[in-house]
């Protein structure tokens, strides 16, 4: 007997000679009203069936029970309240079957607990249809930016468009964005939206590109003609019902060596050979060399964060080192009274011999100033020397010159070179003297 004949068959009133074997309650029985036998053949044969097809459905026990005790004419009304749904969750589908109730109701008997941020489809309060497929996509955390902070929310979206309206939802009022996964593996990752249109902004340039299909992040800068590397940052944004802007945003990270000079130091050594105020270097000073490595990022070209690394001497700095001369000459007075004797004893017969230490030949000055400085008064090349005859400075202060050589007229300047010649000869200016021809 087929379920539809269960249904439709109409059951007469069984008398209490046939009902005392088939319900084994309490329930009272009138002997009174007794069925025929004819009735008791045809239920006999009617309840074997319905028997064996609720216990091939698995049908509760208390339901049998229920159903026997209702008589065969209910089983048509239970057998439509009676529902086998397919429950998905993420993809995964399990069966369901319960007596009547809603959606709702087919959840809890696959003990799924849902969250405010999962989707359910259809709504939890719409009533259970036999064969109906109920579909749950689950919330889960994934990071977005409100107001430029990084936070934690929830979405049941597929699309980062989607999670973007979801993010906005949650936070209203606010500035949301997203920085989207490029790596199709990882669990949050998602394609930027099913189809429309996403602005690309990059190195001061704004791009469209109409998305047809579920593009990547790399998908769509291939569409824009732009590349991003690792480091680059990429910030997906979307303002109420508008048009969802991707932004990259240039990221180094390098190491960067640079040299700066250590300056050497310089040592004076006074030495008693050298003529007073004389000078010679001893060793020649060299500047040492420090190198520092600095760890650099960039954001579009601007440093925004700097840390040095190491910084050694890889050179050292070698100290210069100049005699000074400390040995005194004669003074003029000296010279003088020298001469003095020397003529009062050529008076006596004994005759000097030439020199040239009394010359004063305006043209062997000027041959002297034209070799030492090009004869300029005001020469101070840096070297320690100074003035037309290059004076040392502790020369021109010991034989009376005032302030710098390179500072005095040039009558001044050949006052105290006569002065320094009656005192060093003409070797205190060594090759030049020579070729004025008076040394």
């Given at each position: 007997?087929?379920?539809?004949?269960?249904?439709?068959?109409?059951?007469?009133?069984?008398?209490?000679?046939?009902?005392?074997?088939?319900?084994?309650?309490?329930?009272?029985?009138?002997?009174?009203?007794?069925?025929?036998?004819?009735?008791?053949?045809?239920?006999?044969?009617?309840?074997?069936?319905?028997?064996?097809?609720?216990?091939?459905?698995?049908?509760?026990?208390?339901?049998?029970?229920?159903?026997?005790?209702?008589?065969?004419?209910?089983?048509?009304?239970?057998?439509?309240?009676?529902?086998?749904?397919?429950?998905?969750?993420?993809?995964?589908?399990?069966?369901?079957?319960?007596?009547?109730?809603?959606?709702?109701?087919?959840?809890?008997?696959?003990?799924?607990?849902?969250?405010?941020?999962?989707?359910?489809?259809?709504?939890?309060?719409?009533?259970?249809?036999?064969?109906?497929t109920i579909t749950v996509m689950r919330?889960?955390?994934?990071?977005?930016?409100?107001?430029?902070?990084?936070?934690?929310?929830?979405t049941a979206a597929d699309t980062i468009?989607?999670?973007?309206?979801?993010?906005?939802?949650?936070?209203?009022?606010?500035?949301?964005?997203?920085?989207?996964?490029?790596?199709?593996?990882?669990?949050?990752?998602?394609?930027?939206?099913?189809?429309?249109?996403?602005?690309?902004?990059?190195?001061?340039?704004?791009?469209?590109?109409?998305?047809?299909?579920?593009?990547?992040?790399?998908?769509?800068?291939?569409?824009?003609?732009?590349?991003?590397?690792?480091?680059?940052?990429?910030?997906?944004?979307?303002?109420?019902?508008?048009?969802?802007?991707?932004?990259?945003?240039?990221?180094?990270?390098?190491?960067?060596?640079?040299?700066?000079?250590?300056?050497?130091?310089?040592?004076?050594?006074?030495?008693?050979?050298?003529?007073?105020?004389?000078?010679?270097?001893?060793?020649?000073?060299?500047?040492?060399?420090?190198?520092?490595?600095?760890?650099?990022?960039?954001?579009?070209?601007?440093?925004?964060?700097?840390?040095?690394?190491?910084?050694?001497?890889?050179?050292?700095?070698?100290?210069?080192?100049?005699?000074?001369?400390?040995?005194?000459?004669?003074?003029?007075?000296?010279?003088?009274?020298?001469?003095?004797?020397?003529?009062?004893?050529?008076?006596?017969?004994?005759?000097?011999?030439?020199?040239?230490?009394?010359?004063?030949?305006s043209d062997v000055w000027a041959a002297?100033?034209?070799?030492?400085?090009?004869?300029?008064?005001?020469?101070?090349?840096?070297?320690?020397?100074?003035?037309?005859?290059?004076?040392?400075?502790?020369?021109?202060?010991?034989?009376?010159?005032?302030?710098?050589?390179?500072?005095?007229?040039?009558?001044?300047?050949?006052?105290?070179?006569?002065?320094?010649?009656?005192?060093?000869?003409?070797?205190?200016?060594?090759?030049?003297?020579?070729?004025?021809?008076?040394?």
């Amino acid at each position: 007997m087929s379920l539809c004949d269960n249904q439709n068959m109409r059951t007469p009133r069984l008398q209490p000679s046939t009902r005392k074997y088939l319900v084994s309650d309490n329930l009272s029985v009138n002997p009174n009203t007794a069925a025929p036998q004819e009735h008791h053949d045809e239920e006999a044969k009617t309840k074997p069936a319905l028997l064996s097809w609720l216990a091939t459905h698995k049908v509760l026990s208390v339901i049998v029970a229920v159903l026997l005790v209702a008589g065969i004419s209910g089983t048509g009304w239970a057998i439509d309240q009676y529902h086998s749904v397919t429950v998905t969750v993420d993809g995964k589908p399990t069966e369901v079957s319960l007596l009547g109730g809603t959606v709702d109701s087919a959840l809890n008997k696959a003990n799924l607990k849902i969250s405010d941020y999962d989707v359910v489809t259809p709504t939890r309060d719409q009533k259970l249809r036999d064969g109906m497929t109920i579909t749950v996509m689950r919330a889960h955390g994934i990071p977005g930016i409100v107001n430029g902070k990084q936070v934690t929310f929830y979405t049941a979206a597929d699309t980062i468009d989607g999670a973007l309206d979801d993010l906005a939802e949650q936070n209203p009022g606010t500035t949301v964005a997203m920085i989207p996964s490029r790596d199709t593996t990882s669990e949050n990752y998602m394609p930027l939206m099913k189809s429309g249109i996403v602005t690309v902004t990059a190195d001061g340039t704004t791009t469209s590109v109409t998305v047809d299909h579920e593009m990547s992040v790399d998908d769509v800068l291939a569409a824009a003609k732009l590349t991003a590397s690792e480091t680059d940052k990429l910030l997906a944004s979307k303002p109420a019902a508008g048009t969802m802007t991707l932004a990259i945003t240039r990221i180094t990270r390098q190491t960067v060596t640079s040299t700066e000079p250590i300056a050497h130091e310089t040592e004076k050594r006074d030495d008693d050979t050298l003529a007073l105020g004389t000078t010679e270097v001893i060793q020649a000073g060299e500047d040492g060399v420090t190198t520092t490595t600095t760890y650099v990022e960039t954001t579009d070209g601007k440093t925004t964060f700097s840390k040095v690394l190491s910084s050694e001497t890889t050179k050292e700095p070698v100290k210069e080192i100049i005699a000074v001369g400390t040995k005194e000459e004669p003074q003029p007075e000296q010279i003088q009274a020298s001469g003095q004797q020397k003529t009062q004893s050529s008076e006596s017969g004994s005759a000097p011999a030439a020199t040239h230490s009394s010359v004063d030949n305006s043209d062997v000055w000027a041959a002297i100033a034209q070799c030492e400085s090009g004869g300029n008064p005001a020469t101070n090349t840096g070297n320690g020397y100074y003035g037309m005859y290059q004076f040392a400075l502790s020369t021109w202060q010991a034989y009376g010159g005032q302030g710098l050589p390179s500072e005095a007229s040039a009558a001044e300047q050949l006052r105290v070179a006569k002065l320094v010649q009656q005192g060093q000869g003409w070797g205190a200016w060594g090759a030049c003297a020579a070729r004025a021809g008076v040394y």
